[in-house]
């Protein structure tokens, strides 16, 4: 409920109706109250369905009130809220809400100002896909992330694998509030929206970069393991790799290092042409960095004077084991804490590897709010995940109401329904996007920072996106990743190092309504971002900020460095899939929670566009890796005297959550059950099945299931089995979910809103190069459009149009570029190759 001592939080004058139920809705819920929001939880009898301590955490902020929504009563008192609300979160199958009598429909003609947001596990449109039990892992299988586990699983030949991180139900929780609040922003001319954010359909957006396919890929920007896979697929080898036999494969500046305590320390290091610098310097080791080649990353490799660069990602074969070996000498000297203060002074991106149990009890967590301590009634001191988006000047983000016990909230929704509904707005003729018109300079990098840019452009800003003349990051960042992270952007080079370079950033601030940046408080001043710095340039401007460690408070790691990556080993993702400190594994491969840190930055913005409606001044929008990889641990980031054990599925040989919630063989391949209620009833409703209901224990079911699924094929099973709450999901191709999901961008109009998938062929890119890319689909307004963002210009493209529009005449511009303070092309190819 609203905090009644701070009525001027980011969104304390926006009430919010809660029917959401497990993660995604209830994960939207949280995030609004987490800001101010006024958040009424809608309780079936019996309480919430999800049983489990998450969920007191997922309720705090909020106060909860019982409704029997099959009754009359109930229905019609669910109706009264919605009239005196903002917006309302569902998260059922299509179809629940409007047999209920509370579908968009009804409840907009009742209330046209509502926001209502729908969040089914697959679109409401897709035939095949709309009907299904959208259990968490049910998406998870439906997309392919169970078998596109990472290059170290290809490599050891481990298919499927099975992990309980709740991807979707994360992505599309960031989608749905960001959504909510930039449709909130356009209300008072536009009227009210029904928005539709399939979960799968978010999965797919945050797996971008592992689906990413480029015509005619160079050999250039392959990873080691990339290279092996290949290597091996076309002699028709085994993919049998042990995991240490993995270890010759990995670059020396992307690897986990074992220290003196036996703590894994990891190093994320490579691609910005400082860092290996930095790394080697740290350990002692600059006698090896003198013999290590370093020249241009954007070299056309025909042009390179050896057969690699530091600057590039990957190290060379030549050296790679040679800079891996001392540098796993110098790592046993020390401890992994003793490291982590030497890497945070130095500027070194690379963390110690944690388990989660580890994080939530870790001093910079604590410290910093990425946990926080709430007295919970039921559990005590209980710690939880902070906000995964806040705002620089709201001093409630570190204090929690807890979650409500039963139906506490009955005297408050009595006063609510007292309440006159509230007022029409109003409805335009003609809808424009969310944020059309809304000005937005990009000074981020990599994948997170970029994420804000291009999502913003789908619903109408205009990105100006500036980096340096020099640029610090390989081309495999900047161009490879860009391709995605850079849509629907235009392009300038420019030195901020210089005083006309400062001079020109000046002008764009002045011009600009927000600013994206990816850096710590430290290199945020240093840049002159400082919050007094924009002030007195425009009082009005946002800064969007993501770094990897930040909190709402600073904590010892604060201005620490660090890549998703990292996130995942401080915060014990990576112990977690990899299934203990000996064998930490990254989750899946690119941008994992780099995407997501993207999508909670925006959320944060929305939260900023809202109370600068109300207040008329700027703020600093936050979030971080950090606290992005809290999110997709969501379910499991509680702890408190009495607490189950952190025994969740975990490593490599993981194929589900007991016998109900399982991968397993059929005759013809690999299907996940999902009865994680019915559990035994929906072995009884299938004679080949129902003797294996009777067995008591869980394990003995677990093998025979195992044995029995392999006498018939998938889709037997799954005809048999698929009833009431049951699912069947055959295990998809995450390669092969984008294949049959693309449209070409020459054949016409992109859907974005009919299939759940959507992949669109770029065909005639700038690059010269056809490149695959997930179309922008997540989100789906009944009223307003989504926008495809224009391809990714090529760096520069744009500086001398910049540049005239805040003032310089063509003389300037030119002497600009002539003296090295602006610049139209890093690379003479638009992808050097």
Same mark, same amino acid.
């Given at each position: 409920?609203?905090?009644?001592?701070?009525?001027?939080?980011?969104?304390?004058?926006?009430?919010?109706?809660?029917?959401?139920?497990?993660?995604?809705?209830?994960?939207?819920?949280?995030?609004?109250?987490?800001?101010?929001?006024?958040?009424?939880?809608?309780?079936?009898?019996?309480?919430?369905?999800?049983?489990?301590?998450?969920?007191?955490?997922?309720?705090?902020?909020?106060?909860?009130?019982?409704?029997?929504?099959?009754?009359?009563?109930?229905?019609?008192?669910?109706? +009264?809220?919605?009239?005196?609300?903002?917006?309302?979160?569902?998260?059922?199958?299509?179809?629940?809400?409007?047999?209920?009598?509370?579908?968009?429909?009804?409840?907009?003609?009742?209330?046209?100002?509502?926001?209502?947001?729908?969040?089914?596990?697959?679109?409401?449109?897709?035939?095949?896909?709309?009907?299904?039990?959208?259990?968490?892992?049910?998406?998870?299988?439906?997309?392919?992330?169970?078998?596109?586990?990472?290059?170290?699983?290809?490599?050891?030949?481990?298919?499927?694998?099975?992990?309980?991180?709740?991807?979707?139900?994360?992505?599309?929780?960031?989608?749905?509030?960001?959504?909510?609040? !930039?449709?909130?922003?356009?209300?008072?001319?536009?009227?009210?929206?029904?928005?539709?954010?399939?979960?799968?359909?978010?999965?797919?957006?945050?797996?971008?970069?592992?689906?990413?396919?480029?015509?005619?890929?160079?050999?250039?920007?392959?990873?080691?393991?990339?290279?092996?896979?290949?290597?091996?697929?076309?002699?028709?080898? @085994?993919?049998?790799?042990?995991?240490?036999?993995?270890?010759?494969?990995?670059?020396?500046?992307?690897?986990?290092?074992?220290?003196?305590?036996?703590?894994?320390?990891?190093?994320?290091?490579?691609?910005?042409?400082?860092?290996?610098? $930095?790394?080697?310097?740290?350990?002692?080791?600059? +006698?090896?960095?003198?013999?290590?080649?370093?020249?241009?990353?954007?070299?056309?490799?025909?042009?390179?004077?050896?057969?690699?660069?530091?600057?590039?990602?990957?190290?060379? @074969?030549?050296?790679? &084991?040679?800079?891996?070996?001392?540098?796993? &000498?110098?790592?046993?000297?020390?401890?992994?804490?003793?490291?982590?203060?030497?890497?945070?002074?130095?500027?070194? @991106?690379?963390?110690?590897?944690?388990?989660?149990?580890?994080?939530? %009890?870790?001093?910079?967590?604590?410290?910093?709010?990425?946990?926080?301590?709430?007295?919970? @009634?039921?559990?005590?001191?209980?710690? &939880?995940?902070?906000?995964?988006?806040?705002?620089?000047?709201?001093?409630?983000?570190?204090?929690?109401?807890?979650?409500?016990?039963?139906?506490?909230?009955?005297?408050?929704?009595?006063?609510?329904?007292?309440?006159?509904?509230?007022?029409?707005?109003?409805?335009?003729?003609?809808?424009?996007?969310?944020?059309?018109?809304?000005?937005?300079?990009?000074?981020?990098?990599?994948?997170?920072?970029?994420?804000?840019?291009?999502?913003?452009?789908?619903?109408?800003?205009?990105?100006?996106?500036?980096?340096?003349?020099?640029?610090?990051?390989?081309?495999?960042?900047?161009?490879?990743?860009?391709?995605?992270?850079?849509?629907?952007?235009?392009?300038?080079?420019?030195?901020?190092?210089?005083?006309?370079?400062?001079?020109?950033?000046?002008?764009?601030?002045?011009? %600009?309504?927000?600013?994206?940046?990816?850096?710590?408080?430290?290199?945020?001043?240093?840049?002159?971002?400082?919050?007094?710095?924009?002030?007195?340039?425009?009082?009005?401007?946002?800064?969007?900020?993501?770094?990897?460690?930040?909190?709402?408070?600073?904590?010892?790691?604060?201005?620490?460095?660090?890549?998703?990556?990292?996130?995942?080993?401080?915060?014990?993702?990576?112990?977690? !899939?990899?299934?203990?400190?000996?064998?930490?594994?990254?989750?899946?491969?690119?941008?994992?929670?780099?995407?997501?840190?993207?999508?909670?930055?925006?959320?944060?913005?929305?939260?900023?566009?809202?109370?600068?409606?109300?207040?008329?001044?700027?703020?600093?929008?936050?979030?971080?890796?950090?606290?992005?990889?809290?999110?997709?641990?969501? &379910?499991?980031?509680?702890?408190?005297?009495?607490?189950?054990?952190?025994?969740?599925?975990?490593?490599?040989?993981?194929?589900?959550?007991?016998?109900?919630?399982?991968?397993?063989?059929?005759?013809?391949?690999?299907?996940?059950?999902?009865?994680?209620?019915?559990?035994?009833?929906?072995?009884? $409703?299938?004679?080949?099945?129902?003797?294996?209901?009777?067995?008591?224990?869980?394990?003995?079911?677990?093998?025979?299931?195992?044995?029995?699924?392999?006498?018939?094929?998938?889709?037997?099973?799954?005809?048999?089995?698929?009833?009431?709450?049951?699912?069947?999901?055959?295990?998809?191709?995450?390669?092969?979910?984008?294949?049959?999901?693309?449209?070409?961008?020459?054949?016409?109009?992109?859907?974005?809103?009919?299939?759940?998938?959507?992949?669109?062929?770029?065909?005639?890119?700038?690059?010269?190069?056809?490149?695959?890319?997930?179309?922008?689909?997540?989100?789906?307004?009944?009223?307003?459009?989504?926008?495809?963002?224009?391809?990714?210009?090529?760096?520069?493209?744009?500086?001398?149009?910049?540049?005239?529009?805040?003032?310089?005449?063509?003389?300037?511009?030119?002497?600009?570029?002539?003296?090295?303070?602006?610049?139209? %092309?890093?690379?003479? +190819?638009?992808?050097?190759?």
């Amino acid at each position: 409920m609203t905090d009644p001592s701070n009525p001027d939080r980011p969104l304390s004058d926006l009430r919010v109706i809660d029917f959401g139920q497990y993660l995604a809705g209830p994960l939207v819920g949280m995030m609004l109250a987490d800001m101010g929001a006024e958040v009424i939880r809608i309780d079936p009898p019996g309480g919430p369905r999800f049983q489990d301590p998450a969920t007191d955490m997922l309720g705090r902020g909020k106060c909860a009130v019982t409704l029997d929504l099959k009754t009359e009563h109930g229905r019609d008192t669910a109706i +009264d809220l919605a009239c005196r609300a903002d917006v309302l979160i569902e998260n059922f199958r299509p179809g629940v809400m409007q047999r209920l009598g509370l579908g968009p429909e009804v409840l907009r003609r009742a209330n046209p100002n509502l926001i209502y947001l729908s969040l089914p596990g697959f679109a409401s449109t897709d035939a095949a896909l709309a009907g299904l039990p959208a259990w968490e892992a049910v998406i998870a299988a439906r997309t392919g992330q169970f078998t596109d586990m990472g290059l170290n699983r290809r490599l050891m030949g481990i298919d499927p694998s099975f992990s309980p991180l709740t991807l979707a139900s994360a992505y599309g929780a960031a989608f749905g509030a960001m959504s909510v609040l !930039f449709a909130l922003g356009v209300r008072d001319r536009q009227g009210g929206d029904h928005i539709e954010a399939p979960l799968a359909s978010a999965l797919m957006e945050g797996l971008v970069y592992n689906c990413e396919q480029i015509e005619d890929y160079p050999e250039r920007y392959k990873s080691p393991r990339e290279v092996e896979l290949e290597r091996r697929t076309a002699a028709g080898e @085994p993919l049998n790799l042990s995991f240490e036999e993995l270890s010759e494969f990995l670059d020396p500046f992307y690897r986990t290092y074992t220290c003196s305590d036996g703590t894994g320390f990891y190093v994320v290091a490579g691609s910005v042409a400082s860092h290996p610098r $930095r790394v080697l310097q740290i350990l002692g080791l600059e +006698d090896l960095l003198e013999t290590l080649p370093d020249f241009d990353a954007y070299l056309n490799s025909s042009d390179w004077p050896d057969a690699w660069s530091l600057r590039n990602y990957p190290v060379g @074969p030549d050296a790679r &084991q040679r800079v891996a070996d001392a540098m796993k &000498q110098a790592f046993l000297t020390k401890t992994a804490s003793e490291w982590e203060v030497l890497f945070g002074a130095g500027k070194a @991106p690379a963390t110690a590897q944690r388990h989660t149990s580890e994080w939530l %009890s870790d001093p910079h967590a604590l410290a910093s709010g990425l946990i926080l301590e709430v007295a919970d @009634p039921r559990h005590g001191a209980m710690r &939880q995940m902070g906000n995964v988006a806040w705002l620089q000047s709201d001093e409630g983000a570190l204090r929690k109401t807890p979650g409500p016990e039963g139906d506490e909230g009955r005297a408050w929704v009595d006063g609510i329904l007292a309440e006159p509904p509230r007022a029409f707005v109003g409805e335009a003729a003609s809808k424009t996007g969310w944020l059309d018109g809304l000005k937005v300079l990009d000074l981020t990098n990599v994948i997170a920072g970029p994420t804000i840019g291009s999502t913003l452009a789908r619903f109408g800003a205009e990105v100006t996106l500036v980096q340096p003349v020099e640029p610090s990051v390989d081309p495999w960042n900047t161009v490879v990743f860009g391709l995605h992270a850079q849509r629907g952007k235009r392009s300038l080079l420019l030195n901020l190092s210089a005083p006309e370079g400062q001079d020109a950033l000046r002008r764009l601030i002045a011009g %600009s309504d927000v600013v994206t940046m990816n850096g710590t408080d430290a290199q945020r001043d240093r840049l002159g971002l400082s919050p007094a710095d924009l002030k007195a340039i425009n009082p009005k401007l946002i800064l969007v900020q993501l770094d990897a460690f930040g909190g709402p408070a600073r904590g010892p790691k604060s201005d620490h460095l660090g890549y998703d990556d990292l996130a995942q080993a401080a915060t014990g993702v990576m112990t977690r !899939f990899g299934g203990g400190m000996a064998t930490p594994e990254e989750h899946a491969h690119f941008g994992t929670i780099d995407v997501l840190t993207g999508y909670c930055a925006c959320v944060a913005l929305g939260a900023a566009l809202w109370k600068a409606r109300r207040t008329g001044m700027g703020d600093v929008a936050r979030a971080s890796l950090a606290a992005a990889g809290n999110l997709i641990q969501a &379910q499991f980031m509680v702890d408190f005297q009495g607490r189950r054990p952190f025994d969740e599925p975990a490593g490599r040989e993981a194929l589900g959550w007991g016998p109900f919630y399982h991968c397993y063989r059929a005759r013809d391949g690999w299907f996940f059950l999902a009865a994680p209620t019915e559990r035994r009833e929906a072995l009884r $409703r299938v004679a080949e099945l129902a003797d294996i209901a009777d067995l008591k224990d869980d394990a003995a079911v677990l093998e025979k299931l195992k044995e029995r699924f392999r006498t018939a094929d998938v889709a037997a099973w799954r005809r048999s089995l698929s009833q009431g709450s049951t699912a069947v999901a055959p295990l998809a191709l995450l390669m092969r979910t984008r294949d049959e999901a693309r449209q070409s961008e020459s054949g016409g109009d992109i859907d974005l809103n009919r299939a759940t998938y959507r992949v669109i062929r770029h065909d005639r890119h700038p690059m010269g190069r056809w490149v695959d890319l997930v179309a922008p689909n997540a989100v789906r307004p009944a009223e307003a459009p989504i926008r495809v963002p224009g391809p990714m210009p090529k760096y520069g493209a744009h500086t001398r149009e910049i540049l005239a529009e805040i003032g310089f005449d063509p003389g300037e511009i030119q002497r600009l570029i002539d003296a090295g303070i602006a610049a139209e %092309s890093w690379s003479e +190819d638009y992808l050097p190759t």
